[in-house]
C-alpha cells in the first residue's frame, strides 16, 4: 500500500509524526523475547528522519537491530476513517507495532510502505508506535554486502558498494486517513501530445463504493472536465488539451489534475496531483524529449550530508537544485537508490531530467545461487515499489535496474572483455522487461563499468557506461585515459548503435590541493580529467550525455582508496563548496550555449 502520497484535503488528513523519538540498540537481538514491543527499556533521543550512524559518538559502525519508539495521539475527528502509518524509508528490514500489536513488516531501504492501522487504534489516550529495525549487510540483500562481496571499495563495513551504509529512519513517518467507505487509491497519469495537442491518460483505481467521478485539468489560464463512470473500481480517462504548453527542461510547465469520485448523492474523496505534458524516446544517436535531441548535462549524485548521514534534509534539497542551476545542469541519476519524494517534486517544477536508480548496485551472479535467487526478487520488489511511487513525475525519463553489475572476473582491458554469464543476462532481460511492463513509457537502462561485457550494454534504450581510464587505470595519464575512452566509444558505437550516455567519470579531488603540473588528487587533475573527458564526448554524435561522479564528497566505510573514509569525487564539497571543477563546469555548461555540451 504505497501508492498516493498522503494529502491533506477536506476529505483525507495527514500528519507528520516524525521529529525526537525514542532510541534503542538491541546488539544482543534481546527486544523480542524481552516484548520491548510494550515499551523500551531504557532510551535515549533520536531525531527523525536521521541516520543513527552519525547522530551519537558510538554508533557510527552499528548496523544491528535498534528500536524506535513515539507516543502519538490520534485526533478523534478521524474515528471511522481508514487510518496508515506510512514510513518513508528504513534501511533495511523492519518490524512495525502499534500499541503492541504488530501491525507490518517491510524490507528493503529508500523506498516508503504503509499499514492499515485502524483496528488497533486507542482513542481519547495516546497511542504506542514501536518500529524494529536492522541494516545487517547480507549477500541476500540489495544493495550486497557480506559474503563473497565487498573488499578493496569497502572494507569495513563489507559491501559491494562504496556509499557508507547508513542505517535508521530516514525519511517522514506521516499518519494519514483516507474515507472507509470510498477512496481514490491510485491515479497514473501518462502524457502525449499529437501537433499541438497534449493528451493526459488518467487512469483511476477506487476501493468502496464509488460510481462515478471527474477529472479536471487546470493550467495555463485554461481548465477542461471530464466525467466518468466506473467500470468496476477502475476508469480510464483521456483529456485532450489543445494548444498545450509542453513540459521541457526550458519551461517546466505543470498542469494541475484533480480527481474526484462519487456516488449517486455526494462527493466522497478528491486527490489532487501535478503532471507536465512531454514525452521521452530515442533515436539510433540521441535521447529525444518531446521529440527534440536533449544532451543530458549533470552528475551522479548521492543523498548524504554530514550529521544527516543518509537522512532527508529540506534544506539541502534546495541547496542541490540551487546549485545544479548554478552550475548549467539539466538532469542527474539517482545513484544508487530511489531519493526521498521532495527531490523528485523539485525536479518537476525545475526541470531537471532524472535517471532513477533502484539499490541494486554491485550485483554479481557467481557464488551460492540461493543468494542469487533472493537478490534477484529484491530486484523485482524494487522496481514494482519505485514505479508505483514515481510513475507520474514528470522529470523521471529513465528507469535504471542496475549500476555496475560485476563479471566474476573483472577485465580492466576495455579490448578483452569477457563474455556474459547467460545467467545475468536472463535475468537483466526480466528486470527490463518488468519495467516495460509497468511503465512503457519511458526509458529503460542499466548502467555498466569498465570490465562489464557488452552483452548487458546491449540490453539498454540508452547505453549506459561508468568509465575511469585516467584515473582507476592509467593512474596519472589523462592524455591515455581520453584515448582509451574515444576508442572504446566508437567500438561501442559500432557494435550497439544506440545512444551512449557515460553515467559517471571523475577524480577523487581534496579541495585546495593544488599542482602546477595536473596530479592525482589535486583541483587541477580533476578539472583537466573532467575537461578531456567532456572533449572526448564532444567529438562524437552520438554520445547523448555526461554525468559527472559526483556532484558532492560524500562518506564511505573505510578502506585504503577512501581517505578520512570519504569518496573525494564530487565536483562540490560535502558541505556544498565549489571545488576548481564545479567552476570549470559552470563556464562550459552555462556561458556558451551554443557548445550542447
Ligand atoms: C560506483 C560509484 O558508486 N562507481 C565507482 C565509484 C568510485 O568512485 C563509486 O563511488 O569508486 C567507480 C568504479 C570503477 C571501477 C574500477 C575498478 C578498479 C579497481 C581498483
Redesign the pocket.
Known amino acids: 500500500d504505497i501508492a498516493l502520497f498522503p494529502q491533506q484535503n477536506e476529505f483525507r488528513n495527514k500528519e507528520n509524526i516524525s521529529g525526537i523519538w525514542k532510541f534503542q540498540k538491541d546488539s544482543l537481538d534481546v527486544g523480542e523475547a524481552q516484548n520491548w514491543k510494550n515499551g523500551l527499556p531504557n532510551t535515549r533521543s533520536i531525531a527523525v528522519p536521521g541516520s543513527w550512524n552519525d547522530q551519537f559518538t558510538d554508533s557510527r559502525d552499528y548496523l544491528g537491530t535498534a528500536w524506535y519508539e513515539k507516543d502519538v495521539f490520534i485526533p478523534s475527528s478521524w474515528k471511522g476513517q481508514k487510518i496508515y502509518i506510512r514510513i518513508g524509508s528504513a534501511n533495511y528490514a523492519s518490524k512495525v507495532y502499534l500499541n503492541g500489536k504488530p501491525v507490518g513488516a517491510h524490507e528493503g531501504g529508500n523506498l516508503p510502505f504503509a499499514f492499515d492501522i485502524s483496528a488497533l487504534i486507542n482513542w481519547n489516550v495516546a497511542n504506542r508506535i514501536t518500529i524494529q529495525l536492522e541494516n545487517i549487510l547480507k549477500p541476500t540483500r540489495v544493495p550486497t554486502g557480506g559474503g563473497v562481496a565487498g573488499g578493496?571499495?569497502n572494507s569495513n563495513p563489507k559491501a559491494n558498494?562504496?556509499?557508507f551504509p547508513y542505517a535508521g529512519l530516514q525519511r517522514d513517518v506521516l499518519l494519514y486517513s483516507v474515507q472507509s467507505d470510498a477512496n481514490i487509491k491510485d491515479i497514473t497519469v501518462q502524457t502525449g501530445f499529437e501537433n499541438t495537442t497534449g493528451s493526459v491518460n488518467v487512469k483511476v483505481d477506487t476501493e468502496g463504493k464509488a460510481t462515478k467521478g471527474k477529472v479536471t485539468i487546470s493550467g495555463n489560464n485554461k481548465v477542461y472536465e471530464s466525467e466518468f463512470v466506473l467500470n468496476g473500481t477502475t476508469a480510464n480517462v483521456l483529456v485532450k488539451i489543445p494548444e498545450v504548453r509542453l513540459w521541457s527542461t526550458e519551461d517546466p510547465f505543470l498542469y494541475k489534475v484533480a480527481v474526484s469520485i462519487s456516488d449517486a448523492s455526494r462527493v466522497i474523496d478528491t486527490y489532487e496531483l501535478e503532471t507536465g505534458v512531454r514525452t521521452i524516446s530515442t533515436n539510433d544517436k540521441q535521447i529525444l524529449l518531446n521529440g527534440k535531441p536533449v544532451f543530458l548535462k549533470g552528475f551522479g549524485k548521492h543523498e548524504d550530508f554530514p550529521v544527516f548521514g543518509r537522512a532527508t534534509a529540506n534544506p539541502v534539497i534546495i541547496k542541490d537544485y540551487s546549485l545544479l542551476k548554478w552550475v548549467g545542469a539539466n538532469s542527474y541519476r539517482t545513484?544508487?537508490y530511489p531519493y526521498d519524494e521532495e527531490y523528485m517534486n523539485m525536479a518537476d517544477r525545475e526541470g531537471i531530467l532524472i535517471i532513477n536508480e533502484i539499490p541494486a548496485?554491485g550485483l554479481y551472479f557467481h557464488g551460492d545461487k540461493e543468494e542469487l535467487r533472493l537478490r534477484q526478487i529484491a530486484c523485482k520488489k524494487y522496481i514494482e515499489e519505485l514505479i508505483a511511487r514515481d510513475k507520474n513525475h514528470p522529470s523521471v525519463v529513465m528507469w535504471s535496474v542496475a549500476?555496475?553489475p560485476t563479471p566474476e572476473v573483472?577485465n580492466?582491458s576495455p579490448k578483452d572483455v569477457k563474455k556474459a554469464d547467460p545467467q545475468s543476462v536472463i535475468l537483466f532481460k526480466e528486470l527490463l522487461d518488468l519495467v516495460k511492463k509497468l511503465d512503457p513509457t519511458r526509458l529503460k537502462v542499466l548502467v555498466g563499468?569498465?570490465g562489464g561485457p557488452v552483452e548487458w550494454l546491449a540490453l539498454s534504450d540508452v547505453v549506459c557506461i561508468?568509465r575511469?581510464w585516467g584515473w582507476?587505470t592509467n593512474q596519472g595519464d589523462i592524455k591515455t585515459g581520453a584515448k582509451m575512452l574515444s576508442d572504446e566509444l566508437d567500438d561501442l558505437y559500432s557494435k550497439l548503435k544506440k545512444p551512449i550516455v557515460i553515467t559517471?567519470f571523475?577524480a577523487d579531488t581534496f579541495p585546495g590541493m593544488h599542482a602546477d603540473q595536473a596530479e592525482m588528487f589535486t583541483e587541477e587533475y580533476q578539472v583537466q580529467f573532467i575537461k578531456a573527458y567532456l572533449d572526448v564526448a564532444d567529438t562524437k554524435d552520438f554520445v547523448a550525455g555526461m554525468h559527472v561522479?559526483?556532484f558532492a564528497d560524500f562518506k564511505t566505510g573505510q578502506s585504503v582508496i577512501r581517505f578520512g573514509g570519504m569518496?573525494y569525487?564530487g565536483v562540490f564539497t560535502r558541505d556544498r563548496k565549489p571545488k576548481m571543477a564545479a567552476h570549470y563546469l559552470r563556464e562550459r555548461w552555462t556561458k556558451k550555449p551554443e557548445d550542447k555540451k
Do not use: I
Request: aromatic residues 26%; proline residues 0%.
Open positions: 578493496m571499495f558498494f562504496d556509499f545513484s544508487h548496485v549500476n555496475e573483472m580492466m563499468v569498465m561508468n575511469y582507476y559517471e571523475g561522479w559526483a569518496n569525487k
